[in-house]
Nanobody, 119 residues
Framework: VQLQASGGGSVQSGGSLRLSCAAS????????MAWYRQETGKQRELVAD???????NYADSVKGRFTISRDNVKNTVYLQMNSLKPEDSAVYYC??????????????WGQGTLVTVSS
């Protein structure tokens, strides 16, 4: 299974970006999808996640500004980021728990996409 992330870029403070992450390969179902981010020299942190139930969870720092969603037909997770701040600058990684068969699953990470927000 591969997770292909896209949509990163450079924006000014207050701007918006939409990240996408598409899963491909041997997929029976995707239980859990999430976005993490990592700044240079810091630990990777959870930004938002969305399990198969659809109940979303957000880091306090992005609540009210970011929205995570998923398309189960396209096996894709999105992250709409509005009102971006310089402190949102980081490499964003998608993460998923994928069932390759009904009884076997693994976790996967995308390659990361860079988001830079200038003041």
């Amino acid at each position: 299974v591969q997770l292909q992330a896209s949509g990163g870029g450079s924006v000014q403070s207050g701007g918006s970006l939409r990240l996408s992450c598409a899963a491909s390969g041997t997929i029976f179902s995707i239980n859990y999808m999430a976005w993490y981010r990592q700044e240079t020299g810091k630990q990777r942190e959870l930004v938002a996640d969305i399990p198969s139930s659809g109940n979303t969870n957000y880091a306090d720092s992005v609540k009210g500004r970011f929205t995570i969603s998923r398309d189960n037909v396209k096996n894709t997770v999105y992250l709409q980021m509005n009102s971006l701040k310089p402190e949102d600058s980081a490499v964003y990684y998608c993460h998923a728990f994928v069932f390759n068969t009904p009884g076997r699953g693994s976790t996967y990470w995308g390659q990361g996409t860079l988001v830079t927000v200038s003041s």
